[in-house]
């Protein structure tokens, strides 16, 4: 069994930063990527930012700039530093990972969800 569990959602005002983190735990042999994805309400799930084990990045256009993400093998985690925030990054985010937890058997995962709200 895998679980991801995030945290550092919050309220910010905009032009201000959150750190985002989610850490992956349980029977996992390795993790193929990590990455973010968010919903606002009304709206899809979209994707945000991923990193896969060879350390190759992708970001959606919207947070291109603004967002960094990393990751620390070591400990299965994997970050979202978000900068210069927006009203419209106000989102529920969403820690993923596609990961083998056997030699032969992989599967995407999901976190409980992080609220992100930016507002004056």
């Known amino acids: 069994q895998v679980q991801l569990v995030e945290s550092g959602g919050g309220l910010v005002q905009p032009g201000g930063s959150l750190r985002l983190s989610c850490a992956a735990s349980?029977?996992?042999?390795?993790?193929?990527?990590m990455g973010w994805y968010r919903q606002a309400p009304g709206k899809q799930r979209e994707f945000v930012a991923s990193?896969?084990?060879?350390?190759?990045?992708n970001y959606a256009d919207s947070v291109k700039g603004r967002f960094t993400i990393s990751r620390d093998n070591a400990k299965n985690t994997v970050y979202l530093q978000m900068n210069s925030l927006k009203p419209e990054d106000t989102a529920v985010y969403y820690c993923?990972?596609?990961?083998?937890?056997?030699?032969?058997?992989?599967?995407?995962?999901w976190g409980q969800g992080t609220q992100v709200t930016v507002s004056s």
């Open positions: 349980g029977s996992i042999f390795s993790i193929v990527a």
């Open positions: 993923n990972s596609r990961l083998y937890s056997s030699r032969s058997s992989w599967d995407d995962y």
């Open positions: 990193k896969n084990s060879g350390g190759a990045t």
